[in-house]
């Protein structure tokens, strides 16, 4: 079954007990016991229900992993996973990572006792060395947010593996349909659902799949007891979003693409960020990992006012946080992704005042096209 095919068929998508085209919306927060005497699939709805169960159901189809959790939001995944580990417990981590696991990282993890260390995600001997005796685990994000640095998915887990080590990866920008990591090795994969998976930028959600039952029953665990599973109406709107995934995603990406090439010819760009192009350093991991590209690119103008111009400028793309939706995304990483992260930290990682990132949606892209020169032209007036 190929993927468009598997989006509307290759989980429970339609009722069984009435034939509806879609699994209803179970809004309850408990279920009526048949007896005390004995068990139920639901008892209350923290710990399990049947429209966030069908979501799960399809994004681990999707996804090709055998169990997946779904929660409040993809900081909400990423806390369930990283807050499984314990006291005195080590893990190592891309640099570029996304600013909210930062923060977590810095601000919540230490306190716990959990050390971290950073490395160069795209030099895989920094990996290999900065492996302790109490190291867990490695996490990776590849692309990297907002630079679309390159990870090696299947050399890294190879690492993990000598050592018996978890691998963790966030896989939001590349979606299951561009990047399958539990194909590569991974243990476990996290996404933020707000993004492409949802797709219209009316949901808040994380998922995390894996193949591991036993991490599957610790990931559950956390969702139970932390309380960060995702309410019904959003899970039934992720369903609804997934159909059209493939869909959405083969127009966006075809769009990035052809944006990627066009600022790279134009005088006012300095840089572009992009690994659908051949000139990105990560190019050829790329293409053996991931379909294409992607929807995601970032591109680096002279300064912040050059930034400031633009985005007076552009008119399809809304200036906004978050990634991902039908609509085309234009964000500034310095006062958004990355204002938590302290500027000489961003600045090490090359996130400069005149970096913006484009989440390009599914709008014509000559209609993009078009409305980027004009403003890029606004820059030299």
Known sequence: MRDNTRLIHGYEVFDEQTGASSIPIYQCSTFKQTSIRQDQPYTYSRFGNPTRRALEEGIASIEGGRFASAFSSGMG????????????????????????????????????????????????????????????????????????QITDITSVVSIAKESQLTTIIDNTFMTPLLQKPLELGVDLVIHSATKFINGHSDVVAGLVVTDDPEWAEQIKLQQKVLGSMLGVEDCWLIMRGMKTLGLRMQQSCQSAEAISHFLAKQPQVRNVYYPGLPSHPGYAIHQKQAKNGGAVLSFELANQQAVYSFADAVKLPIAAVSLGGVESILSYPVTMSHACVPKEEREKQGVTEGLLRLSVGIEETEDLLGDLAQALEKIDQ
Request: glycine fraction near 6%; hydrophobic fraction near 40%; charged fraction near 20%.
């Open 77 to 148: 995944a990423i806390s369930a996973v990283l807050l499984s580990f314990s006291r005195g417990d080590h893990l190592v981590m891309g640099k570029s990572i996304y600013g909210g696991t930062f923060q977590l990282v810095n601000e919540v993890l230490q306190r716990f006792g959990i050390k971290v260390s950073f490395v160069d995600e795209t030099d895989l001997d920094q990996w290999r060395q900065a492996i302790r005796p109490n190291t867990k685990a490695l996490y990776l994000e590849t692309p990297s947010n907002p630079l679309l």
